[in-house]
């Protein structure tokens, strides 16, 4: 009785529906439907800079993925370095032209404050003792060989001063859809903190001593409560954006330290990045460590490099990078190698170490 309840329950279900057959467009129907017009290159032997004119060094010529013309790597401003990886686009067609003076100038002291974080405090709250004033009242009975010590930068005494060299920085940083901190940062899918260990670094690292680390300390106090540095940037048609001394600065003065996200150098071996800093060098390579500042950074972003191999480049430099232990962890800081006058701009040698980064096409 079960097998002929199942025989005829089968014979009333509805027969399946024959398969539709898709019918796709070929390409020449899609090519002739298309609103935009579809230029066919059989080569680009013919291709030339559309700057200089010149169809030669075809190998550093850069095509625009949006109107297809050409640049050479050293025609266009700033010169880009390296070849990039994945989209390019020419100056005229990138989102990212030089930032309007009306962004500058929409930065009002209360988003300025925000955009830095500064935290207000009042005046009887804040103790402006330097570690300079403090090493005076010490008396040192044994006396050691004199060494030079780092100095805290002298802030601006200008308020407003102050408030446009903070503007001047937030526009650019904006401009590049970046993001200010002055600590060093790591996010869950790149580098742990704990990976930043200065035992790691081959033939060790120099131990940042106790004064100089109470001036490090000093001056990112003063930068929460918003006393930066006498340094503007500014946009320059040929080496793109830089930073200029909005004060006199003296010999040792602790200028920055270099910012961003810690990662890994195997992550990073691809990336065209072009202000990749070197954190931790490790006799084992896959622990060395770079900071990563596309994302976050601070003024030191944007401070450029001079070009090795012009003597009359070198002479501009004015700056040295230096890493140090700093209690156990890697710390990169930019100090300044003789006295900065008001106006000089800041350079300092990208190839500090490994001597592996290209800057002969440098301005």
């Known amino acids: 009785m079960a097998a002929d309840q199942s025989s005829s329950s089968a014979s009333i279900l509805p027969s399946p529906l024959p398969r539709r057959l898709r019918k796709y467009r070929s390409i020449t129907d899609i090519i002739n439907d298309a609103n935009c017009a579809v230029v066919e290159h059989d080569d680009y032997n013919d291709t030339v800079c559309d700057q200089c004119g010149a169809g030669d060094r075809d190998h550093q010529l850069l095509l625009c993925d949006k109107c297809d013309k050409a640049y050479h790597m050293t025609c266009l401003r700033p010169i880009v370095v ?3 990886i994945g989209q390019w686009y020419c100056p005229v067609c990138s989102d990212h032209p030089p930032p309007p003076k009306s962004m500058r100038s929409g930065f009002t002291q209360t988003k300025i404050f925000d955009f830095f974080k500064i935290k207000k405090c009042t005046a009887s709250a804040v103790k402006r003792i330097s570690p300079q004033d403090s090493r005076k009242r010490r008396r040192r009975i044994v006396h050691h060989k004199k060494r030079r010590r780092l100095l805290p930068f002298t802030p601006s005494k200008d308020t407003e001063r102050r408030l446009e060299q903070m503007r001047s920085l937030a526009s650019a940083l904006t401009s590049l859809n970046m993001e200010y901190s002055d600590y060093l940062t790591y996010a869950f899918h ?7 260990l200065a035992t790691y670094e081959k033939g060790g690292m120099q131990v940042l001593s ?9 001056c990112t106090a003063m930068l929460k409560r918003g006393e930066c540095p006498p340094l503007l940037v500014i946009f320059d048609s040929c080496e793109g954006y830089t930073v200029e001394a909005d004060g006199p600065i003296k010999d040792m003065t602790l200028i920055a330290e270099y910012i961003g996200d810690v990662d890994y150098i195997k992550n990073r071996e691809h990336d065209d990045c072009d202000s990749m800093m070197t954190l931790l060098l490790a006799s084992d390579p896959s622990k060395s460590l770079v900071i990563c500042p596309d994302q976050r ?14 003597p009359e480049s070198k002479k501009k430099q004015n700056l040295k990078c230096v890493r140090y232990n700093v209690n156990g962890e890697c710390r990169v800081l930019l100090v300044a190698t003789r006295d900065i006058a008001k106006g000089e701009r800041l350079y300092y040698d990208y190839n500090g170490y490994e001597h592996e980064y290209p800057t002969h096409h440098f301005v």
């Open 190 to 196: 790149m580098a742990p903190r704990g990976a930043n």
């Open 297 to 310: 950074g601070n003024i030191a972003r944007f401070i450029n490099g001079i070009n090795n191999f012009a």
């Open 82 to 84: 390296r070849v990039p």
């Open 210 to 218: 106790k004064e100089d680390t109470e001036t490090l300390e000093y």
